[in-house]
C-alpha cells in the first residue's frame, strides 16, 4: 500500500493520529492544520518515512526500548527507571513562567548550555492556544517555550526539517509521550536507505501526558469563559478539584471538567503512555497524596537513562535545580495513574477494533498489554 | 478569400467556405460566440468584414449573437449567427420564438456539431432544434457544398421568411476540399429601413403560419439540388445517407466493391424531409442503411415514412447497432455495416503498427496559470475539517476534473452553471451543510453566462466563493475578443470591461491574486473561504500561450542537478508528477528531475514548489 494511503486509512480515518508531526517536514504531501494532519496529494512510495515514523503504526515497542534502554532498568508501569525526583527550577522568572516547577525549561537550557545538545525542538505554548513547534538554540527561546499547552501542533516536523538540514548534530526534543515515541522510531532508523540524519538527534525529554485536546474545540471553550488574548497559562488540577483552571490577567477561571472532556483528541484515547517511557528523562507535575498544594510548583522526574542522570546531576551540582525528598508512596502512585492511562488506552482500543484479541496498532507489543 | 474570382478552384476548409459563401451571399451582419469546432468562421469574418463592408461581432454570448441577428434581420439585412451544438441550445428561445415570428431579411443560422465530442463535453444532435421550433435545416458534405449552401439558404430564408439552419460537423468544419468560387457581389444585400407596420412578434396565432412555411419548405425540398441518389435503378438495399455520411459511404461502397447493386441518398435537407422524393427512392427496397452522424434521427423518420405507407423495409443504422451509438462514423464502422446489409466481405485491412499508442489524458499547457490555481485550490480545500465541494465550468480549466487540475470539481454542467450550482450549495450551508464552496469560470464565462448568476447569488447572500480565471484570453477556441480583452472581432480597440469593477458594481467583494504567487494566494483563497457570503476572487495571470507569444526570450528555469535530490528526496517526483507540467520531466539516466526547455515557457512556479530548491529561474527580457 502507499505510504500516503497507508496512514490515512490506518491512523487518520480511524481517529488514531495523535498529531505529532513524525510524518511531516520531509516532503510536499503531509501537512497540519490546526491540529488535524492531512495529506494534499497522494506519494507513489511504498515504504515512506511518513508512515515508519508514526507513532500509530503497529510497532513492537518491547524490542524498541530494549534497544535504546538495558533490560534490567525497565519496570512494567512506566518503563525505563534510574530514579524518580521532584524538583523545580531554582531561577524564579524560569518558575514564574513554567507550568509547574520549571524543571523542563532550567533542563534544556542547561542541556543547550554544556553541550549535551546544540539545539532543542520545542512546543512554544503562547499560553495555551496556538501553540507551535520551534527549533530553539538559545536559552531565550528555550525560555519563550515554558509552559504547556492542551491543542497538539506538529512539533516534530520542526525536528524532521532540522534533521533533514543537517545543521545542528545533537539535536534534543521536547515531547508528549506520542511525540518522543516517534522520535525513539526515528532514531531506530527503519528505512536503512534514507534515516534523514537520526544521528542528529540528541537526548529525549518526555513530558507527562494524560491527554490533548481538540484545537477548535478548546479555542471555542476558551472564548467562551474568558478573554482568550489574555489567556496566560492552562492547567488541570487534580482529578478531585474536577476542573480546567484558565489564568486570564492572573485571574484564576475554573471551567467544569465536564465541558473538557469530550474535546479529548480522538488518537488520544487509544495512548497507554501517561510518562513519555521512550525518553532520556520525563518531567511531570507533582501530585502528592496529600494535597494539591503540597507539591504545588514541583514537578516529578522519571531518569530514564545514563545521559539523563548526568544531565539531573549536572544540574544538582550547579544549583539549577532544586532538589525536595520524594515521598515512599511516589512511585506507587506514579505507577497507579500510569497503569491506569494504559487500562483505558487498552479498553479503547479493544473497542475500537470490536475484539478482545486485537489491539490494532499496539498487536505487535501485545505481550506488554496481554494482563490489562 | 475576398478574390471576385468566378470559377476559380480554392482548397478550402469548410469554416472557410461558410465565410466564402456568406461574402458571396453579401451578408450585412455576423454574429457569433466562438465554439469549436466553428470557432474560425467569425474570425475570419471579422477580419473581412471592412472590406466587404458588413458588420461582425463576437458577442457575449450566444443568445446575444442569436438575436442580433435576428434584429438585424428586420431591417431587411442578411445575418449570421454561428455557434456550436451547445450555443444553439443557449439560444433555444430566441430561435423557437424567432420561427414563430418568421424573418424579413434572409437569416442563417450555421450550426457545428461535434461528434465524437472532441472539443466539447457532449455530442448533441442539433437537428432536434431544427424539428422543435420547426425551422428547415440543411446538412452539407463536401466543402463546395457547404460554400453553395449559405447563399442558397439566404434566398430560401427570404423566399419563405423563415430562418435556415446549415448544420455542420466537425469533419466538415476542418477538412479541406476544392471549392470553386462564385461571383462576390458589388454591394452588400439591400437593407430597408423598418417600416412603421413591420412585424417580427412572437405570437401564438402564428404558429400556423409557422406550419404552413413548413409545408411550403417541404414542396420545394421534394426537387432540392442538394439531395442526390446515385447507384442502380431498383435497388434491393439502399444507403440513405446525411452530412459526411455520404463520403464515408461512397468511400465503403467502393471498397466493398458494391457499386452496382446498391443505391446511396444523399440527403442535403435534413428537415423538414422531402417525403415524395424518399418515397420514391424506397420503392422496392427490402433493406436500408441509414448514415447519419449523433443520433438516429434520419432513421427514425425514414421509418415512419416507411411505416406510414406500409412499405416492408428493414432499417439498419446507429438505432440497431450496425452503426455505433456514440462516437463520429470513420470509414471503417461505415464499411463494417455496409458489409453487414451487403453481405459484401470486408476486404483486409493493413494495420500500420501494432504498438499501442500510450494514453495520455488532456492536460493544461505548459506555463498554464490553471495548473497553479487548481493546485492551490486542492491544498486549500485538503486544510479544510471538511472536504469543499467545488463545481467546474466551461473553458481550459475544464480539464482541472482530471489530474491536471488535481481532480478538482464534483460537478460540471453547461456554460455558466457553475455560479448557480454553487449558489445552491452556498445557500444550504445556512441549513446544515457543512461544506466550503467554491465554483470557477473564466474570464469570457463570466460575461457569457456568469453575470446573470452571479447578481442571484449576490443578491441572496450564497456562502460561496467565485474564482474568475481571468486569463485574459477565450484561451479554448483560439483567443478571441471578448468585453475584457478591449479589442473587437473587427480589430477596433475600445475601452476594456474590467471584471473586478463588474462585480464590484453589482454589490459584491471582489479580490485579485496572481496565481502564480503560490503562498500568497493559498492564504488569500484560505482567507476567502472562512469569509461569510459571496466572494469573488479574480486569479489574474495571462494565458501562457498569450504570454510566449509577447516575450522575446522568456525566462530560463533549469533544474540544478547537483541539488536535485532525485529519489533520495521526500517528494517523490513532485515536479513532474504531481505537480505534472508538461515541462518537468524526469532524467531517468541521472534519475533527477529535468526540465524541457522546449516545452518551458517560463512561468517559475515548479521553483516555488521545489522542496529541494533544486529549480532554478533566471531572468528573461520583454519583447
Known amino acids: ?372 | 478569400m475576398t478574390a471576385n474570382a468566378p470559377g476559380q478552384v480554392c482548397l478550402m476548409q469548410g469554416n472557410e467556405a461558410i465565410v466564402r459563401g456568406a461574402l458571396e451571399a453579401g451578408i450585412n451582419f455576423a454574429a457569433s460566440y466562438p465554439g469549436s469546432p466553428s470557432s474560425q468562421v467569425l474570425g475570419m469574418l471579422g477580419k473581412v468584414a471592412r472590406e466587404r463592408n458588413f458588420y461582425a461581432e463576437w458577442s457575449t454570448n450566444e443568445t446575444c449573437a442569436m438575436e442580433a441577428c435576428i434584429g438585424a434581420s428586420l431591417a431587411n439585412a442578411r445575418s449570421l449567427c454561428i455557434v456550436k451544438q451547445n450555443g444553439l441550445l443557449f439560444a433555444a428561445d430566441a430561435i423557437h420564438c424567432g420561427a414563430q415570428h418568421g424573418v424579413k431579411g434572409g437569416m442563417v443560422i450555421v450550426t457545428s456539431d461535434d461528434p465524437s465530442a472532441h472539443s466539447s463535453t457532449n455530442e448533441f444532435d442539433s437537428r432536434y432544434q431544427a424539428m422543435s421550433a420547426n425551422i428547415p435545416m440543411l446538412e452539407p458534405t463536401s466543402m463546395q457544398e457547404t460554400k453553395d449552401m449559405v447563399p442558397y439558404a439566404f434566398e430560401l430564408s427570404e423566399r419563405t421568411h423563415q430562418m435556415v439552419i446549415i448544420r455542420l460537423t466537425t469533419r466538415v468544419c476542418h477538412g479541406r476540399g476544392n471549392v470553386v468560387l462564385g461571383e462576390l457581389p458589388e454591394k452588400p444585400h439591400q437593407m430597408k429601413q423598418v417600416g412603421e407596420w413591420d412585424r417580427m412578434v412572437c405570437v401564438s396565432y402564428l404558429r400556423s403560419a409557422m406550419l404552413q412555411k413548413m409545408d411550403m419548405l417541404r414542396q420545394e425540398f421534394e426537387n432540392c439540388p442538394y439531395n442526390h441518389y446515385a447507384g442502380p435503378d431498383h435497388p434491393k438495399e439502399l444507403i440513405v445517407a446525411g452530412g459526411t455520411g455520404r463520403l464515408y459511404g461512397q468511400e465503403a461502397i467502393r471498397r466493398l466493391g458494391v457499386g452496382d447493386r446498391v443505391g446511396l441518398l444523399s440527403l442535403g435537407t435534413i428537415w423538414p424531409l422531402p417525403e415524395a422524393y424518399i418515397l420514391r427512392h424506397l420503392e422496392g427496397v427490402e433493406k436500408v442503411l441509414t448514415l447519419e452522424e449523433v443520433d438516429p434521427v434520419l432513421e427514425r423518420n425514414l421509418q415512419a415514412i416507411a411505416g406510414s405507407h406500409q412499405m416492408q423495409i428493414t432499417f439498419s443504422g446507429r438505432e440497431d447497432g450496425a452503426l455505433p451509438k456514440i462516437g463520429e462514423l470513420d470509414p471503417d464502422n461505415v464499411a463494417q455495416a455496409i458489409s453487414l446489409l451487403t453481405g459484401a466481405k470486408l476486404p483486409e485491412k493493413k494495420i500500420a503498427s501494432q504498438e499501442p499508442l500510450i494514453e495520455r489524458e488532456l492536460t493544461f499547457c505548459a506555463g498554464c496559470p490553471h495548473r497553479a490555481t487548481f493546485h492551490i485550490l486542492k491544498k486549500v480545500l485538503r486544510q479544510e475539517k471538511h472536504p469543499g465541494a467545488v463545481i467546474g465550468d466551461i473553458g481550459c480549466y475544464i480539464m482541472s476534473g482530471q489530474a491536471a487540475g488535481q481532480y478538482a470539481f464534483q460537478a460540471c454542467n453547461c456554460m455558466g452553471s457553475g455560479i448557480n450550482l454553487a449558489e445552491a450549495l452556498g445557500q444550504l450551508t445556512h441549513y446544515g451543510l457543512d461544506q466550503k464552496v467554491v465554483t470557477v469560470c473564466g474570464d469570457s464565462t463570466f460575461f457569457h453566462t456568469i453575470l446573470p448568476g452571479l447578481v442571484n447569488a449576490t443578491y441572496h447572500n450564497a456562502n460561496m466563493l467565485l474564482m474568475v480565471l481571468d486569463n485574459s484570453a477565450t484561451a479554448m477556441t483560439g483567443f478571441q475578443p471578448h468585453p475584457a480583452t478591449g479589442i473587437t472581432a473587427m480589430g477596433d480597440q475600445v475601452p476594456p470591461m474590467d471584471i473586478q469593477k463588474v462585480v464590484e458594481g453589482i454589490g459584491c467583494k471582489a479580490e485579485v491574486a496572481d496565481p502564480f504567487d503560490v503562498k500568497e494566494t493559498e492564504k488569500t483563497i484560505r482567507r476567502l473561504l472562512n469569509t461569510p457570503g459571496m466572494n469573488v476572487l479574480i486569479m489574474r495571470q495571462p494565458c501562457a500561450t498569450l504570454m510566449t507569444k509577447k516575450k522575446k526570450r522568456p525566462v530560463k528555469v533549469y533544474v540544478d542537478q547537483n541539488m536535485c535530490l532525485g529519489d533520495g528526496c521526500g517528494c517523490d517526483k513532485y515536479c513532474s508528477r504531481v505537480w505534472g507540467c508538461p515541462g518537468n520531466t524526469w532524467d531517468f539516466k541521472n534519475n533527477k528531475a529535468y526540465i524541457d526547455p522546449v516545452t518551458c515557457v517560463g512561468c517559475g512556479v515548479c521553483a516555488k514548489l521545489c522542496p529541494s530548491g533544486a529549480i532554478k529561474v533566471e531572468g528573461g527580457e520583454e519583447a
Not at chain 1, 7 to 23: F, S, W
Not at chain 1, 265 to 274: E, H, I, K, N
Not at chain 1, 312 to 322: M, P
Open chain 1, 1 to 372: 500500500m502507499l505510504s500516503t494511503i497507508a496512514l490515512d486509512t490506518q491512523v487518520i480515518k480511524p481517529g488514531l493520529c495523535t498529531g505529532c508531526g513524525a510524518c511531516q517536514g520531509m516532503c510536499p504531501y503531509w501537512d497540519s492544520v490546526e491540529g488535524r494532519t492531512l495529506c494534499y496529494f497522494d506519494c507513489e512510495r511504498k515504504s515512506g518515512r511518513c508512515q515508519s515514523f508514526c507513532p500509530r503504526m503497529p510497532m513492537d515497542l518491547d524490542a524498541l526500548r530494549k534497544k535504546f534502554f538495558p533490560e534490567d532498568t525497565i519496570i512494567p508501569e512506566i518503563g525505563p527507571f534510574r530514579g524518580l525526583y521532584l524538583t523545580r527550577a531554582a531561577d524564579p522568572a524560569i518558575r514564574a513562567k513554567a507550568q509547574h516547577g520549571g524543571t523542563m525549561t532550567a533542563l534544556v537550557e542547561l542541556a543547550i548550555q554544556e553541550g549535551f545538545i546544540d539545539a532543542a525542538v520545542m512546543t512554544r505554548s503562547q499560553g495555551g492556544l496556538e501553540p507551535e513547534g520551534v527549533l530553539a538554540t538559545t536559552a531565550e527561546e528555550v525560555r519563550a517555550c515554558s509552559g504547556s499547552s492542551f491543542q497538539v501542533p506538529p512539533t516534530l516536523a520542526v525536528l524532521n526539517k532540522a534533521l533533514k538540514e543537517d545543521r545542528y548534530h545533537s539535536i534534543g526534543v521536547v515531547g508528549t509521550p506520542c511525540k518522543t515515541l516517534a522520535v525513539y522510531k526515528m532514531k531506530s532508523k527503519p528505512l536503512a536507505e534514507n534515516d534523514n540524519h537520526a544521528d542528529n538527534i540528541g537526548m529525549v525529554f518526555g513530558l507527562f501526558c494524560g491527554w490533548g485536546l481538540d484545537w477548535e474545540g478548546i479555542r471555542d471553550l476558551t472564548a467562551r469563559h474568558a478573554d482568550p488574548e489574555k489567556v496566560s497559562h492552562m492547567d488541570i488540577p487534580p482529578s478531585k478539584y474536577h476542573s480546567l483552571e484558565l489564568r486570564e490577567n492572573g485571574e484564576t477561571v475554573s471551567v467544569n471538567l465536564d465541558e473538557v472532556t469530550p474535546l479529548v483528541r480522538s488518537g488520544c484515547r487509544y495512548c497507554t503512555d501517561m510518562t513519555a517511557e521512550f525518553a532520556d528523562l520525563s518531567v511531570g507535575g507533582a501530585r502528592s497524596a496529600d494535597g494539591w498544594d503540597v507539591d504545588k510548583g514541583w514537578n516529578q522526574v522519571i531518569v530514564r537513562s545514563e545521559k539523563g542522570m548526568q544531565l539531573l546531576e549536572l544540574a544538582r551540582e550547579k544549583g539549577i535545580l532544586e532538589f525536595k525528598d520524594t515521598p515512599e508512596t511516589g512511585l506507587d502512585k506514579l505507577k497507579g495513574a500510569s497503569m491506569g492511562k494504559k487500562r483505558t488506552g487498552v479498553k479503547n482500543l479493544r473497542q475500537l477494533t470490536g475484539s478482545e484479541d486485537d489491539l490494532g496498532y499496539l498487536n505487535p507489543s501485545a505481550e506488554l498489554f496481554k494482563d490489562l
